[in-house]
Nanobody, 126 residues
Framework: QVQLVESGGGLVQAGDSLRLSCAAS????????MGWFRQAPGKEREFVAG????????NYADSVKGRSTISEDNAKNTVYLQMNRLEPEDTAAYFC???????????????????WGQGTQVTVSS
């Protein structure tokens, strides 16, 4: 089992950047596929970015592609989501997720993930 704790959220202005962190304990992230999802008030939780075990494959939602980067640091057992050129539409609670898998794939569906963090709030003002 793995425990996930997100951090790095906050209140920023449109055009700013943020780096979200997801610290994993219990297992090393190198044995898990990891993902970031977000949920705005009144909306479904949606996929943002995913990274395969080993970090060789990534996948992004169209809404963040080109301005976001998911990465992992195995030494720190941490996954990051770097978000640039933030927009008010990015305002949401951001959740980290982990999937234990033997396959090298970046998963995009919420129901594919086994473990979830508690989330960190990102608010982008216009």
């Amino acid at each position: 089992q793995v425990q996930l704790v997100e951090s790095g959220g906050g209140l920023v202005q449109a055009g700013d950047s943020l780096r979200l962190s997801c610290a994993a304990s219990g297992r090393t992230v190198s044995t898990y596929a990891m993902g970031w999802f977000r949920q705005a008030p009144g909306k479904e939780r949606e996929f943002v970015a995913g990274i395969s075990r080993g970090g060789t494959r990534t996948n992004y939602a169209d809404s963040v592609k080109g301005r976001s980067t998911i990465s992992e640091d195995n030494a720190k057992n941490t996954v990051y989501l770097q978000m640039n050129r933030l927009e008010p539409e990015d305002t949401a609670a951001y959740f980290c997720a982990a999937k234990h898998t033997y396959f090298v794939a970046a998963y995009t569906r919420r129901d594919e993930y086994d473990y979830w963090g508690q989330g960190t709030q990102v608010t982008v003002s216009s």
